[in-house]
């Protein structure tokens, strides 16, 4: 039974600075994770943020069911670009046949 994506097919590699917190001077984040497998789409779409307002997305990756990119965090695309963390899905079914994975759309 399959429980996590293939890695075969998380074919990019992309950069994640987890986000922290918002401070005097600006957002923190933690220590970047490099060479994150992931699977990066760059089609634009419309997303709605955390914050209700209706946004369009630049790129949704998926990823490991374990990375830790919560909303907010600064993520270096495969092509370079460094986009923002909006929605963050944790997909997963227990006792099914499909692999978990966590998919991130990125503004």
Same mark, same amino acid.
């Given at each position: 039974m399959v429980t996590r994506?293939?890695?075969?097919?998380?074919?990019?590699r992309i950069r994640i600075? !987890?986000? +922290?917190? @918002? *401070?005097?001077y600006g957002p923190r984040y933690g220590s970047a994770v490099e060479n994150v !497998?992931? +699977?990066? @789409? *760059?089609?634009?779409?419309?997303?709605?943020?955390?914050?209700?307002r209706e946004v369009?997305?630049?790129a949704t990756f998926i990823a490991g069911p374990d990375?830790?990119?919560p909303p907010g965090s600064r993520i270096t695309l495969h092509d370079g670009r460094t986009a923002t963390a909006l929605t963050v899905?944790?997909?997963t079914a227990p006792g099914l046949p499909v692999p978990a994975c966590t998919e991130v759309t990125c503004e």
């Open positions: 994506v293939p890695a075969v097919l998380l074919r990019h600075e !987890p986000y +922290l917190a @918002d *401070t005097a !497998p992931a +699977l990066v @789409d *760059t089609s634009p779409r419309m997303v709605r943020a955390p914050d209700g369009n997305a630049a990375i830790d990119c899905a944790h997909h």
